[in-house]
């Protein structure tokens, strides 16, 4: 089944800075890519995604970029803020027919942005 | 439109007790998915209800157990609980159709003695 790696586990930068969160996937037929924020004490929060026909999608300060012949994806913030310190989660999830697809998370990536 | 409800928002069961998590998705999704998220497992799919069916399922024992009703309300069951089942209980709404979005609520924080 798909499996999802995603590094650093913990991400430390100064306010202003931008940070990087890298994920890799393992099913080639993967192809609906959110990523999700999750404060202490609530649910994940959607930021941003990215389908398969897409190799990159900027909103604001943030950007995903996808690689489908390296099955990677990552995020980037940039100019981050206090408020952007959280865990931050990729996912990735094959949708077909008119099936959801069930998500598969990587880790969790704890970033914390001091001022 | 109001956001994902879930309740209660913390329970304490001890083992070999059952309970019901309950799930109400964004006015209009049709499709509810729930998860588990552990620090060691992470966030772990159970199953996906759509129009009261169970669409998909993860890899859990038996003992996990759901349903929707007509509503699109979502209740999730896990009986005979085992320490291991204390975790955060994650529930995710999306109107169903092919790679919709999903929004998650703040989920159920059970705790097994």
């Known amino acids: 089944g798909e499996n999802v790696e995603q590094h650093p586990s913990t991400l430390s930068v100064q306010e202003g800075d931008s940070a990087v969160i890298k994920c890799t996937y393992s099913d080639s037929a993967s192809n609906y890519f959110p990523w999700y924020k999750q404060e202490l004490g609530k649910g994940p929060q959607l930021i941003i995604d990215i389908r398969s026909n897409v190799g990159e999608k900027k909103d604001q300060r943030i950007a995903v970029t996808l690689n489908k012949t390296a099955k990677h994806f990552s995020l980037h913030i940039t100019e981050t803020q206090p408020e952007d310190s959280a865990v931050y989660f990729c996912a990735a999830s094959i949708v077909f027919g008119g099936s959801q697809g069930n998500l598969i998370f990587g880790k969790g990536t704890k970033l914390s942005v001091k001022p | ?113």
């Open chain 2, 1 to 113: 439109k109001a956001g994902v409800t879930q309740t209660p928002r913390y329970l304490i069961k001890t083992r070999g007790q059952q309970v019901t998590l309950s799930c109400s998705p964004i006015s209009g999704h049709r499709s509810v998915s729930w998860y588990q998220q552990t620090p060691g497992q992470g966030l772990q799919f159970l199953f996906e209800y759509f129009s009261e069916t169970q669409r998909n399922k993860g890899n859990f024992p038996g003992r996990f157990s759901g349903r929707q009703f007509s509503n699109s309300r979502s209740e999730m069951n896990v009986s005979t609980l085992e320490l291991g089942d204390s975790a955060l209980y994650l529930c995710a709404s999306s109107p169903g159709q092919r790679g919709d979005t999903q929004y998650f609520g703040p989920g159920t924080r059970l705790t097994v003695l």
